[in-house]
């Protein structure tokens, strides 16, 4: 049990800076379809609970999954709205309004007539998928990655209207009678349309739901607002904690969440803030071709790419003890340690990069 924890906390140091042990096996070297081929598979392989869209069974469905996820963290009895809402007087007739922004948790609407409720809305709207989303059983019309809490009436104006560009509060856009997601959620929107692209590429077309240019993108298979959203606005708090209860939920995460530059490596268009301050400099780029060999030896390691570069490394042990620091060359002589494993940590910058070596 020990040694498990221990393992645990030293999976940090096997991937890149700051980026997530969940991305370990990406290369982040790559660019455009290459780099969304491999967030496909990583996304797909790890999803590995697919939940009912409504069920009797506790704790199992997107009900449940949305009153974790969509909560208001300044106040749990309360979820945050998707689009926001246009006041209205009460189910009373009389003109007391209610909040734009929160509903009540309790207040799910289950049936016809949701005035006042909150409902589920698909922000990648069932139709408009080809074949269309389903949520008969579970599988891609109940990804919770594209669900979100929304008022009933604003579900039912936005209906399968596509996106397209606007500014201030969310609604139908006055000239052609499609939809924009308001300010605050127009970021939310994107990410999760670029999530359900890359979770689904041949069912969930993004050009199919967002109106104007893709001129950005080499294969013209992102529309330009969703990356332009994407940069606009940046990923809240609030996103990321949903990330993390939906990493918990299906197993699963949306990288756009993590990283919103990654969609500048997919697709092109407007520089979005790169989360983990690495994947937009060239010392990723140094790193990523740096290889130490064998992994199994009885005293040296060999390094590769130090001749160019110089790159400070350190010896680290399995209780996470620095042991030795240096400029690291072609040839590391680990003889004077005892036999055991040791991470051997390199770091250029801001950047790091980290091998586990053992030695018998």
Known sequence: MIKKILFLLLLPLLSFGQVPA??????????????????????????????????????SDAWDALKQTDLDPSNNSNVFLLYGYDPIPNDAGDTVTRDDRIRNESLSCHQSGCTGLWNREHVFPKSLATPALVIDDPGSGTDAHNLRACDGQMNSSRNNRPYEDGSGNAGITPTTGNWYPGDEWRGD???????????????????????????YS?????????LEWNEEDPVSQYEMNRNDILEGVQGNRNPFIDNPYLATKIWNGPTAQDSWNLLATNDYIQLQALKVYPIVTSGVVYVNNTTQTQYNYAIVNSLGQQLRTGMASERIDLSDFEKGFYFINFQFNTSQKTFRVILK
């Open 22 to 59: 969940y991305y370990d096996g990406i290369d982040f070297n790559l660019t455009g379809d290459a780099l969304k081929n491999q967030l496909t598979t990583l996304i797909t392989n790890t999803h590995t609970t697919e939940i009912y869209y409504t069920s009797s069974v506790p704790d």
């Open 189 to 215: 929107v994107a990410r999760m349309i670029m999530y359900m692209y890359v979770r689904y590429p041949s069912q969930c077309a993004a050009s199919a739901v967002g109106v104007g240019s893709a001129s």
């Open 218 to 226: 080499n294969f013209g298979d992102m529309p330009n607002i969703f």
